[in-house]
T-cell receptor, first 116, second 109 residues
Framework: NAGVMQNPRHLVRRRGQEARLRCSPV?????VYWYRQLPEEGLKFMVY????????ESGMPKERFSAEFPKEGPSILRIQQVVRGDSAAYFCASSPLTGSSYNEQFFGPGTRLTVL | DAKTTQPNSMESNEEEPVHLPCNHSTISGTDYIHWYRQLPSQGPEYVIH???SNVNNRMASLAIAEDRKSSTLILHRATLRDAAVYYCILTNSGYALNFGKGTSLLVTP
């Protein structure tokens, strides 16, 4: 069984360009979460999505960042007009749909974004 | 979410038990206690979670103080593959995990 897959693993962008990060959850998982890890810091929650719905985007910067999880295909985290401060590792996690109020999250290997 | 405090680093010998402490004196009644670990250049890996009672799984045990103001992750026999950064995280949402600096565990043969 494949785990969470993220691509690309490394992404270099110049200031002002767009960055698109992709996440394929574990097969059968319907919940996706995105996290950002800035240098020398711990991961911080950004957004929680289910298929075609944003459930909680309280950790997402208000501008330039957006996320989607379409009915078909991977989840996408999009960063428009990147700035140097966006350089970080972006992790995606997924969890299954269960009746529990808590679901273990399975993390991908991350995408390391470098903005020049 | 309430704040947690963990030692920056700990060291253990291989095949010895390891007790990783976490203080969370401002924990609320609905906060779950989660432990994840992260190996270099990898995504975090779930270890264990609990609310009030002690928990055991194949990876570790979680001992929660009666007043819930602290908890301890117990690795019963450390192996070299257990060397990682261990994060103690509180959340009442069930999903929004915010990681602190964690404890870097060094395991020596």
């Amino acid at each position: 069984n494949a785990g969470v897959m993220q691509n690309p693993r490394h992404l270099v962008r110049r200031r002002g360009q767009e960055a698109r990060l992709r996440c394929s959850p574990v097969k059968g998982h319907s919940h996706v979460y995105w996290y950002r890890q800035l240098p020398e810091e711990g991961l911080k929650f950004m957004v929680y999505l289910q298929k075609e719905n944003i459930i909680d985007e309280s950790g997402m910067p208000k501008e330039r960042f957006s996320a989607e999880f379409p009915k078909e295909g991977p989840s996408i985290l999009r960063i428009q007009q990147v700035v140097r401060g966006d350089s970080a590792a972006y992790f995606c996690a997924s969890s299954p749909l269960t009746g529990s109020s808590y679901n273990e999250q399975f993390f991908g290997p991350g995408t390391r974004l470098t903005v020049l | 979410d309430a704040k947690t405090t963990q030692p920056n680093s700990m060291e253990s010998n291989e095949e010895e038990p390891v007790h990783l402490p976490c203080n969370h004196s401002t924990i609320s009644g609905t906060d779950y206690i989660h432990w994840y670990r992260q190996l270099p250049s990898q995504g975090p890996e779930y270890v264990i979670h609990g609310l009030t009672s002690n928990v055991n799984n194949r990876m570790a045990s979680l001992a929660i103080a009666e007043d819930r103001k602290s908890s301890t992750l117990i690795l019963h026999r450390a192996t070299l593959r257990d060397a990682a950064v261990y994060y103690c995280i509180l959340t009442n949402s069930g999903y929004a995990l915010n990681f602190g600096k964690g404890t870097s565990l060094l395991v020596t043969p």
